[in-house]
């Protein structure tokens, strides 16, 4: 079971207008290399769209929600604006029991906003804008909003991104668990940064995408290459097990990359690959938990489902494997709605579920 534990969630509030655009209506563009695609819109028409809806949103006001589901007392570091969009992310947080105590307000931008065209496989497009999220102070860190139990950092935008070294110092020196997933920009902009601070990390989580950001890096550190992963004789690897990493022209087996992160200190490194399921390694072993087949409605939030859920699991005592699973039931369940909080499960029924689904997930395990 999830312990009842104190959370200060840190990052992003935004407020998410959603158009959902029948397949029909839109064009859509696979890349050769099946790596990218593009929707494609009309210049200068009106396109039908099936629905438009909005919701709060964005990575600490997401992770917040889903850790009070979970029966955590949840409090978000956030910034907003004074206007329209603060007032709906702090009336959704009170909605959800999550506490304001931390949220700061700044007239200098307004409250972020993003809006998401999602159509075709329901892999949504995203126009973003930042506002207020980049406006964290060295004065919003007071000591005490970080006596918790869990410190989840989300990914950082514009200059609070430089605030990201005193946030794991203030968490860590706090004894609380710290968990972080920084985005590409983050790690792009600010990659010797994240590298310093790598031993005040507990579970450090990344898309696919973002790990290969991080590849040149690592070569620059321990070169390319790496080991394979074994025949577990369980059928076909994981597609990252086989192909390893790749940014920057260079290349990096996934076994490599995760060891020289647990090298570095590091204490426990998540990568998620979307419909391949995710990966999580520990200074002994690396585990793979595959996805649960589900209707998808729309992918945002499902990261800050995971990850939110990894943390929770894993810093109440929680077994890798078990803990892998049950952060994808509550993925899965996100996923089959169109918003990020609507498919959040509470600690009961997650566990219902986890019980129910266990027999899915076959959690695969090789030694680092």
Known sequence: MIKNLKVLTVGGAMVDTIAIVESRHIERMLMKNAAESYLLLAEGSKTEATKI???????????????????ADAAPLIVIGRDPRGETILARLLEEGVSIRWVMRDERAATGASVLVSSHESNAAI??????????????????????????ISGLSNKSADRFPELLRLARSAGAFVATNPGTRQLSSRGDIVRSTLGNIDMLTVNRAEADTMVPQLVRD??????????????????????GLQGGG?????????AALIGLGTRRVVITDGRDGAFLADNMSIYH????????????????????TLAACLASGMDPARALRAATVNAASVVSQVDTQSGLLRGAPLMAELEKRTAELTVRQWRL
């Open 222 to 243: 321990i070169g390319d290459g790496g080991s394979a992963f074994a025949d577990d004789g369980l059928g076909e690897l994981p597609i990252l097990a086989v192909r």
């Open 53 to 71: 809806s909005t919701h709060a949103g964005g990575g600490a006001v997401n992770a917040a929600v889903a850790f009070a589901r979970l029966g």
């Open 127 to 152: 126009f973003t804008f930042r506002g207020a999220n980049g406006f964290l102070e060295p004065q919003h860190l007071r000591p005490d909003a970080f006596a918790v139990d869990v410190v989840y």
């Open 250 to 258: 260079y290349e990096l087996s996934l076994r490599a990359f995760f």
């Open 289 to 308: 938990c595959p996805v649960l087949s589900v209707e998808i409605a729309g992918t945002a939030g499902a990261g800050d489902a995971f990850g939110a």
